[in-house]
Nanobody, 125 residues
Framework: QVQLVESGGGLVQAGGSLRLSCAASGRTFSSYVMGWFRQAPGKEREFVATISGRGLSTYYAHSVKGRFTISRDNAKNTVYLQMNSLKPEDTAVYYC??????????????????WGQGTQVTVSS
């Protein structure tokens, strides 16, 4: 069982930036593949980004590539999502999650076993 706590959400104007954090429990954080998903009102949850255990590999959804950066600090058991050039369509609840197993660039919900409670990001136009 892994516990995840997201933070860093808030209200920002279009074109602005936010950095989300996700703190994880457990002594084997560096072995976890981590991911970020988001869910906008009335829409299904969608993949945003994922990062391998050592942080050497990343994979992004097309809609955020070039604007968002996923990173991790294994010494702090934390994964980050730096979001730049934010757009109103980025408004959603953002969730971090853990995908058991080795790196395979997981981009579907079913590949993730543990989820945080989410943090709201609102981008005003």
């Amino acid at each position: 069982q892994v516990q995840l706590v997201e933070s860093g959400g808030g209200l920002v104007q279009a074109g602005g930036s936010l950095r989300l954090s996700c703190a994880a429990s457990g002594r084997t954080f560096s072995s976890y593949v981590m991911g970020w998903f988001r869910q906008a009102p009335g829409k299904e949850r969608e993949f945003v980004a994922t990062i391998s255990g050592r942080g050497l590999s990343t994979y992004y959804a097309h809609s955020v590539k070039g604007r968002f950066t996923i990173s991790r600090d294994n010494a702090k058991n934390t994964v980050y999502l730096q979001m730049n050039s934010l757009k109103p369509e980025d408004t959603a609840v953002y969730y971090c999650a853990v995908a058991p197993g080795s790196w395979s660039a997981p981009d579907t919900e079913k590949e993730y076993a543990w989820w945080g409670q989410g943090t709201q990001v609102t981008v005003s136009s």
